[in-house]
């Protein structure tokens, strides 16, 4: 028995590394490639907390596995309980909070310009491009009229949309986030953005969309029996295509329904 | 595509409730069945019940018998539901029995929903492993099925895995995989709609209970936000943009991200739970009303003495007739349906929006104070003097509980709050044009289909710009709208109705202009 559990607890660890080893070459678990240059950095930091948090697995299971080895074929040595050492404490104490530290002062840049407003590039922050507000379960959008700026008052002018977020592509582009009733959270997962919506709150998110394409809108906090309504679509277009997008919705939305009486053969 | 032909058609699952079954025999094995879900079943209207049980057991069968149930739809062929399939009918043939091969057409229309469905890539018509079904619904054959197995596109014949003695004659009629939208508008309603709207679509699914407003009980076979006349049906194409686009201001979300094809299939199938709710809804009707063979009435009249007899002679006859009541009252239901489609049943306004000024909302002012302050209020904060008085109830007779509107599944309903920019039914002018050409049938909302049509712009100018009024924007128009209406006749109660709009100006306005108010 005593060779079975050695084996057991030296093939885990082992197995566990090989498979992180293969995963992203198999495409498990692993996101895909950010959409986004600011996702990209963000990848940039997850990979290298990933490769830490790798390093000290395989450090403290070789170890384990040593010790475990070791100790198999001494069968009259007592053990040797390490509680209270004040140096081994004090070791890995340091240490880790010393990596901490490091992860810590090392993603400060890529977490402001995430998060902190005056940090966000210049042209996003100079024009909003929507109001996303969250409700149960749906994702209501109001758009200036094309040639204005958002203001945080409706504006009889303002164009309205649902579940589809228009924006334009290859650039930075700032949305205002507002929930009409409980926390909601603005996800989009391709592009790496992912902010909590809260009441009472309007809170500026900024991403950037690199290639023109449908991206996936999803609410990532459990916000009620109908959580799982709330999938939405962000469409990034190239700039002129945007510019007709929102010119269509315009038109869309002043639609009188006497213009097209007479070809009107709708279903 | 539209059915005018009667059969009765059954729309197979037995494959979905094998692996419900599965499903539930997992929940036994780790122990937990109080968590399996509760069958699906369509339940009955309280009506039906209060009917003696001889005929309340006749309207449900017949009910089974024309809509079936949950898990084994019936596609009755009388209503105008597109349940789904390829219609065909057979060609004169040359070929001699025992065959299994027929010469077919298609009509255009069916030609590329056959192509679609049954042609793959390469060319090649490919039936799935046992077969697509056929349906006959004429000729020698009518009412059995078989299963197709091949096509030839050169020679058009159709390859069925049954040989037959006697060919199909020329002109017999089939409909291939019958009941396929209606099928799949029942997996995406189960999925999407069922737990606020109820599998029967009554509106009562288990999470109804939490939200206000109620979700839509679909078996009176009225909707609140439809772009057809006033006293038309809603069309397929509003049920469609209300499902997309959802109902700001309720608990309807968009499903924007549906397929189109799913989309339509879900408003195939919400129409096909309509018009069996009011089906039900009409056959209980005919016989509470005009027959009276509810429970109730019989022992009334059994305690006056009259004749039991001829009480079960009665009853008998209802029962009897009940094949016959249905057809009859699906036939009116259906004619109802397909007229909404038509293209006369779309509101369409007889002039273009009137440029959005402040003359035109002025006049629409106007028209408002007219006619609509009595339920929206004089600021259009939907609180007009009909939501606090007490209201009475048109089927009872009697006056409401609470004071307060009441729509006609009875639920409380508030006049809307214009000041909010929220729009259930849509934001674009003609979504406005509707509501007020239309009117809101169902919360009592009146319609104005007689009123000029330039008034009605003028009004729904007015309206988009109440959540952007500044204070005292139309003193003037007021003043002059209130004197106006003194001199023609100065009756007491508009000399009331200023008085009011005075003292809510008082209570509400900002503006400076506020003394000028005094009248
Ligand atoms: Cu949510």
């Known amino acids: 028995m005593r060779w079975f559990w050695l084996t057991f607890f030296t093939v885990c660890p082992i197995a566990a590394v090989v498979l992180c080893v293969v995963a992203p070459g198999l495409d498990w678990w692993f996101p895909g490639e950010a959409g986004s240059p600011l996702g990209e950095r963000i990848d940039s930091l997850f990979y290298l907390i990933l490769y830490i948090v790798t390093g000290t697995f395989i450090g403290t299971q070789i170890a384990m596995v040593y010790v475990l080895w070791k100790s198999s074929k001494k069968d009259d040595e007592r053990a040797w309980y390490s509680h209270g050492s004040h140096n081994l404490e004090v070791i890995w104490t340091i240490v880790p909070a010393g990596i901490l530290l490091f992860i810590a002062l090392y993603q400060m840049d890529v977490w402001a310009e995430f998060r902190v407003l005056s940090k966000f590039p210049k042209e996003a922050r100079k024009a909003p491009v929507a109001e996303v507000m969250a409700r149960q379960f749906e994702w209501r959008i109001r758009y200036p009229e094309p040639g204005r700026t958002l203001q945080i008052q409706q504006q009889p002018t303002d164009l309205y949309a649902v579940n589809e977020l228009i924006v334009p592509a290859a650039k930075p582009v700032m949305i205002y986030l507002k929930t009409q009733d409980v926390q909601h959270s603005f996800f989009l997962p391709e592009l790496r953005v992912k902010q909590d919506a809260v009441p009472g709150q309007i809170i500026p998110v900024w991403f950037e969309a690199t290639k023109p394409g449908e991206y996936v809108l999803v609410c990532a906090e459990l916000c009620g029996w109908g959580h799982y309504k709330m999938g939405a679509r962000v469409v990034a277009l190239a700039e002129e295509q945007f510019e007709a997008a929102m010119e269509k919705l315009a038109e869309e939305q002043s639609d009188d329904g006497f213009a097209d009486a007479g070809e009107s053969d709708d279903e | 595509m539209r059915h005018s032909h009667y059969g009765v058609l059954p729309v197979s699952i037995r494959q979905n409730s094998n692996i419900l079954f599965v499903l539930a025999c997992g929940f036994l094995f780790v122990g937990c069945d109080a968590f399996s879900p509760p069958d699906a079943v369509f339940v009955v209207r309280e009506e039906t019940n209060q009917l003696t049980s001889n005929v309340s057991n006749a309207v449900e069968a017949e009910l089974d018998n024309s809509f079936g149930?949950?898990?084994?739809?019936?596609?009755?062929?009388?209503?105008?539901?597109?349940?789904?399939?390829?219609?065909?009918?057979?060609?004169?043939?040359?070929?001699?029995?025992?065959?299994?091969?027929?010469?077919?057409?298609?009509?255009?229309?069916?030609?590329?929903?056959?192509?679609?469905?049954?042609?793959?890539?390469?060319?090649?018509?490919?039936?799935?492993?046992?077969?697509?079904?056929?349906?006959?619904?004429?000729?020698?054959?009518?009412?059995?099925?078989?299963?197709?197995?091949?096509?030839?596109?050169?020679?058009?014949?159709?390859?069925?895995?049954?040989?037959?003695?006697?060919?199909?004659?020329?002109?017999?009629?089939?409909?291939?995989?019958?009941?396929?939208?209606?099928?799949?508008?029942?997996?995406?309603?189960?999925?999407?709609?069922?737990?606020?709207?109820?599998?029967?679509?009554?509106?009562?699914?288990?999470?109804?209970?939490?939200?206000?407003?109620?979700?839509?009980?679909?078996?009176?076979?009225?909707?609140?936000?439809?772009?057809?006349?006033?006293?038309?049906?809603?069309?397929?194409?509003?049920?469609?943009?209300?499902?997309?686009?959802?109902?700001?201001?309720?608990?309807?979300?968009?499903?924007?991200?549906?397929?189109?094809?799913?989309?339509?299939?879900?408003?195939?199938?919400?129409?096909?739970?309509?018009?069996?709710?009011?089906?039900?809804?009409?056959?209980?009707?005919?016989?509470?009303?005009?027959?009276?063979?509810?429970?109730?009435?019989?022992?009334?009249?059994?305690?006056?003495?009259?004749?039991?007899?001829?009480?079960?002679?009665?009853?008998?006859?209802?029962?009897?007739?009940?094949?016959?009541?249905?057809?009859?009252?699906?036939?009116?239901?259906?004619?109802?349906?397909?007229?909404?489609?038509?293209?006369?049943?779309?509101?369409?306004?007889?002039?273009?929006?009137?440029?959005?000024?402040?003359?035109?909302?002025?006049?629409?002012?106007?028209?408002?104070?007219?006619?609509?302050?009595?339920?929206?209020?004089?600021?259009?904060?939907?609180?007009?003097?009909?939501?606090?008085?007490?209201?009475?109830?048109?089927?009872?007779?009697?006056?409401?509980?609470?004071?307060?509107?009441?729509?006609?599944?009875?639920?409380?309903?508030?006049?809307?709050?214009?000041?909010?920019?929220?729009?259930?039914?849509?934001?674009?002018?003609?979504?406005?044009?509707?509501?007020?050409?239309?009117?809101?049938?169902?919360?009592?909302?009146?319609?104005?289909?007689?009123?000029?049509?330039?008034?009605?712009?003028?009004?729904?100018?007015?309206v988009l710009h109440v959540p952007f009024e500044t204070p005292g924007e139309y003193i003037e128009v007021d003043k002059e709208y209130f004197e106006s209406k003194k001199k023609s006749g100065g009756d007491e109660e508009k000399a009331a109705d200023e008085e009011a709009a005075t003292t809510e100006t008082k209570q509400t306005a900002t503006g400076s202009t506020e003394s000028s108010d005094q009248g």
């Open chain 2, 69 to 462: 149930n949950p898990h084994q739809l019936v596609a009755w062929l009388k209503l105008p539901v597109d349940f789904g399939g390829v219609m065909g009918a057979t060609e004169e043939s040359t070929l001699e029995g025992p065959l299994n091969k027929f010469p077919v057409t298609f009509d255009t229309e069916a030609d590329e929903k056959f192509i679609a469905q049954f042609q793959n890539d390469d060319g090649d018509f490919k039936f799935g492993e046992s077969g697509a079904r056929l349906d006959w619904m004429t000729g020698e054959y009518a009412g059995k099925s078989m299963q197709v197995i091949g096509y030839d596109a050169e020679t058009q014949l159709l390859t069925t895995k049954e040989k037959v003695e006697v060919p199909p004659a020329a002109g017999d009629t089939f409909v291939l995989s019958a009941g396929d939208t209606l099928k799949s508008g029942r997996a995406l309603y189960m999925e999407h709609c069922l737990h606020c709207h109820g599998v029967s679509g009554d509106g009562n699914g288990p999470t109804a209970l939490y939200l206000n407003p109620r979700p839509r009980d679909y078996r009176l076979g009225q909707f609140k936000f439809k772009s057809t006349k006033p006293a038309e049906k809603v069309r397929q194409e509003g049920l469609g943009r209300v499902i997309k686009y959802g109902i700001p201001g309720t608990y309807m979300p968009s499903f924007l991200l549906l397929e189109d094809e799913e989309l339509y299939a879900i408003v195939e199938y919400v129409r096909w739970l309509s018009m069996r709710g009011e089906l039900e809804y009409r056959v209980d009707q005919e016989l509470v009303l005009a027959s009276g063979l509810t429970n109730k009435i019989i022992a009334e009249r059994k305690a006056d003495g009259d004749d039991s007899e001829e009480i079960q002679e009665e009853i008998d006859e209802a029962v009897a007739n009940m094949p016959v009541l249905f057809d009859d009252l699906a036939g009116q239901l259906a004619e109802s349906w397909l007229l909404a489609e038509e293209e006369g049943s779309l509101i369409v306004p007889a002039v273009a929006r009137v440029e959005d000024s402040f003359e035109s909302r002025a006049r629409g002012r106007k028209f408002f104070l007219e006619k609509c302050t009595n339920c929206h209020g004089h600021k259009g904060r939907g609180n007009g003097s009909m939501t606090e008085d007490y209201q009475k109830n048109e089927e009872t007779g009697e006056l409401y509980a609470e004071p307060g509107l009441f729509d006609i599944w009875g639920n409380s309903v508030k006049p809307r709050n214009l000041t909010q920019g929220v729009y259930r039914g849509g934001r674009r002018p003609v979504d406005l044009f509707y509501r007020l050409y239309g009117g809101i049938g169902p919360s009592k909302m009146p319609n104005f289909a007689t009123t000029d049509p330039q008034i009605l712009w003028d009004t729904v100018n007015y």
